[in-house]
């Protein structure tokens, strides 16, 4: 039962703790949650737009592991480039590209990823078709078809949209840290507040007080002297 009570009385001190100074936790939110806004505001990524085209590669044997690996290549990629006038170099425009089959299948995806949409629908394109000039010149090799082409939409979404991640992540971090100051000021205060605290301190018990006496407390008390009721004076 005095575990209990205990308890009890420890919730209610922090309760009361955090009651007191709930002003420094939301100063300390408010500024740390604008941080976040601000930084949210001013580094966006860039955003990232994504298209594809498919072509289908006839050939069952290991060989076409070989031909997807040369989309990515020297030769296609500088024939790439000429043709689109790009201003990127043959590596960069690598890293662009993603080559993938659809389910094992022969069936290949060229995925390009580009800052600009129609960059990138004209990226997945071109590659498509030179890849299959370029790999009969280069290896021979002519069973190559496109499938689908890549196609601008009018209303393209970037696969990296904006977000309020930073927003949130600071606002958890402010409210986080600020219960933390309020518990590390609350340690560094040495005064006693209550009577428990004085008797648990000394371990004697604490037989008096004496009230704190203010202005506001002497006019107080000098009105209850003045009142009938308080006199015992009866009215009417």
Do not use: C
């Not at 040495?190 to 371990?203: P, T, V």
């Not at 018990?205 to 407390?217: A, D, E, M």
């Not at 002497?218 to 009866?234: A, M, Q």
């Amino acid at each position: 039962m005095e575990t209990k009570k205990s308890k009890e009385i420890e919730v209610k001190k922090i309760f009361d703790t955090l009651k007191k100074r709930l002003w420094v936790i939301l100063l300390i939110t408010f500024i740390s949650t604008t941080a976040g806004a601000i930084h949210s505001y001013y580094f966006q990524p860039t955003p990232i737009y994504e298209s594809s085209a498919r072509i289908i590669i006839r050939e069952d044997s290991g060989f076409m592991n070989t031909l997807k690996v040369f989309i990515k290549e020297p030769p296609v990629m500088e024939a790439v480039i000429e043709e689109l006038q790009l201003n990127r170099s043959p590596e960069a425009l690598s890293t662009q590209i993603q080559v993938q089959d659809v389910e094992g299948s022969q069936i290949v995806r060229i995925i390009v990823h580009d800052t600009n949409p129609e960059t990138a629908v004209q990226i997945a394109n071109t590659t498509a078709s030179i890849y299959k000039a370029v790999v009969a010149d280069t290896l021979n090799f002519t069973e190559v078809d496109s499938l689908s082409e890549a196609v601008a939409s009018d209303n393209e979404q970037p696969i990296n949209p904006t977000s309020n991640r930073s927003i949130k992540i600071t606002f958890i971090m402010g409210i986080i840290v600020g219960i933390g100051y309020v518990f590390l000021l609350d340690s560094l205060d040495n005064r006693l507040r209550s009577q428990r605290e004085i008797e648990k301190l000394l371990q004697v018990p604490v037989l008096g007080s004496v009230s704190k006496i203010n202005k506001k407390t002497i006019v107080k008390n000098k009105n209850k002297k003045e009142s009938p009721s308080f006199r015992g004076e009866t009215i009417g």
